[in-house]
């Protein structure tokens, strides 16, 4: 058959991937332009436009609610071939009992969370079979729900604003059991960070997420995206260079700091919008559990992250020589 050629596998692999660049970079700024196009310089179109508004208007709190995941989109086939374009895996260390709820810390961020996303957005790398009875949840950007038309997909794969209210909403759905809620911990600020030889993490200040789990009750699970930081090329940007206070400066004022990055192209190996096919390897650590508690002291939150970060920085040892780091590279939490 014609899909069984090799040339023709690697094209979808690459379109596919071309898809989720889309989405991810263009989609926003294309939805937008044809929303007010649609809205200001045509009259047929106008009251479609004007009918939509009214509905995301209606809708706005649904990111704050658990989100709208649709099963057919986590299902889709060309996230088959996106995956397996890297490829990605995702590989459990433990089974995930699905009578209570979780909140799993994903890192690195990398440029463009790829691999949170094929494995948490998508059943491509076999999430329902390895945890089943599980519901996950990807947290996001709020900002992400704003652009018309684009946040119907980025609802249909899953996502939930990240807030408080979302969070808690989620991790209390079905009375608080089989719910894992993902957040990328390191956020925008890790981004700029990700560098192939860079193991630094954005984590020593992010207790928010573990007041959650206390509050809630929610074990902790340690994620580790072996190779996320691999997949494109960022411009050298150490802190304090000029480059780097200016993007710091950016994300004060936008909320968020676009890494410069490139990757390779559709028909070259060297440049353009695609990463590289470096294999990412998604490791889901062993469940913290912590004692639920409605008002935990900072004490209290202080000793749960510091076990949490001690058995993040256990799972990149244990694992870390199979993915090719070398022996003597370490976690360096900020």
Request: aromatic residues 14%; positive net charge.
């Amino acid at each position: 058959m014609l899909l069984d050629s090799p040339f023709i596998h690697s094209i979808l692999q690459k379109l596919a991937v071309a898809y989720y660049i889309a989405i991810f970079l263009f989609l926003p700024v294309i939805c937008s332009a044809l929303f007010i196009w649609g809205l200001v310089y045509t009259n047929v179109v106008r009251w479609l436009m004007l009918l939509y508004m009214t509905w995301m208007i209606y809708d706005i709190r649904t990111p704050q609610k658990g989100g709208r995941p649709l099963d057919f989109m986590f299902n889709r086939w060309i996230w088959r071939y996106f995956v397996e374009y890297f490829p990605i895996k995702l590989i459990k260390t433990t089974d995930l009992p699905p009578t209570k709820s979780y909140i799993f810390g994903s890192h690195p961020h990398g440029v463009l969370s790829i691999g949170a996303f094929a494995s948490f957005c998508t059943n491509a790398t076999g999430f329902p079979v390895k945890f089943p009875g599980l519901r996950h949840y990807l947290v996001t950007l709020r900002s992400n729900f704003y652009f018309p038309f684009r946040r119907e997909l980025t609802l249909g794969l899953g996502c939930i604003s990240a807030d408080r209210e979302s969070i808690e909403y989620a991790l209390n759905a079905n009375n608080g059991a089989g719910n894992a809620v993902i957040i990328v911990v390191g956020g925008a600020e890790e981004a700029l960070d990700a560098h192939s030889d860079s193991y630094d993490l954005c984590l020593k200040r992010r207790k928010g997420f573990v007041r959650l789990a206390i509050k809630h009750g929610a074990s902790l699970v340690p994620v580790y995206h072996f190779g996320e930081n691999s997949i494109f090329r960022q411009v050298e940007n150490k802190r304090g260079s000029k480059l780097r206070r200016f993007q710091q400066w950016l994300k004060h004022i936008l909320g968020y700091s676009p890494p410069i990055f490139f990757g390779c192209g559709l028909f070259n190996k060297y440049f353009g919008l695609l990463p590289f096919r470096t294999p990412i390897n998604t490791i889901v650590g062993s469940p913290i559990d912590v004692k639920q508690n409605d008002s935990p002291s900072n004490e209290e939150i202080d000793s749960v992250h510091q076990e949490y970060c001690d058995q993040l920085s256990k799972l990149f040892d244990d694992h870390k020589e199979k993915y090719g780091i070398p022996p003597e590279a370490k976690l360096n939490i900020y």
